[in-house]
């Protein structure tokens, strides 16, 4: 069986699992403390996006920025995220997300104060784990309720894009 035509769309693999992390981490929280249940939870998170990074980057068969900006689309899919392209070179990768279905999502569940706990936190150990050369500048997220949210991957070395301000 075709892998691709199993796996499910990240939208909706994020909702099964907002759906049974959510209630488990308030729980955990309760016990443990918020910012301690968080502080966990969040390394978990950070390590399954590395290892997240790690599989796409031998999926596509390279680590480059290029190869990473081909995989926009799965980030896409199912329309997940709007997305406004606003640079893409070999060194360079800028876009701003315009709309976030993940972010409402968590808030239509009532967990909108997790979202980026269980969502945003992860692009970065995704970018990190997909390759070590490429960082990630992010000044702000709809989730955390800016207009929109501002991604700016570069080759490390190369002079940082200024980030859009709203």
Same mark, same amino acid.
């Given at each position: 069986? $075709? ?14 699992e @907002?759906?049974?992390?959510?209630? #488990?981490?308030?729980?955990? /929280?309760?016990?443990? +403390?918020? $910012? =301690?249940?968080l502080? #966990?939870?969040? +390394?978990? #998170?950070?390590?399954? @996006? ?10 596509? +068969?390279? /680590? ?8 926009? $689309?799965?980030? =896409? ?5 709007? #997305? ?18 993940? @972010?409402?999502?968590y808030? /239509?569940?009532?967990?909108? $104060? ?10 970065? /150990? ?31 070395g190369?002079?940082?894009?200024? @980030?859009?301000?709203?």
């Amino acid at each position: 069986m $075709d892998p691709e035509k199993t796996r499910l769309p990240l939208l909706q693999q994020r909702e099964i699992e @907002a759906r049974i992390v959510g209630p #488990i981490l308030r729980a955990f /929280a309760e016990e443990v +403390g918020h $910012d =301690r249940a968080l502080e #966990i939870v969040g +390394g978990v #998170i950070r390590e399954l @996006a590395r290892e997240s990074g790690a599989e796409l980057a031998r999926t596509l +068969g390279e /680590a480059s920025l290029s190869a990473f900006a081909r995989s926009l $689309d799965r980030w =896409r899919e199912g329309g997940a995220l709007e #997305i406004q392209v606003i640079e893409q070179s070999p060194d360079r990768l800028s876009f701003d997300v315009t709309r976030c279905r993940y @972010a409402e999502m968590y808030q /239509a569940f009532g967990l909108a $104060d997790l979202g980026a706990s269980l969502s945003c936190q992860r692009d970065f /150990a995704l970018a990190e784990g997909f390759n070590s050369e490429i960082e990630l500048t992010r000044t702000q997220t709809i989730m955390g309720g800016a207009s929109f949210c501002d991604f700016r991957f570069r080759l490390v070395g190369q002079d940082p894009a200024p @980030a859009r301000t709203e």
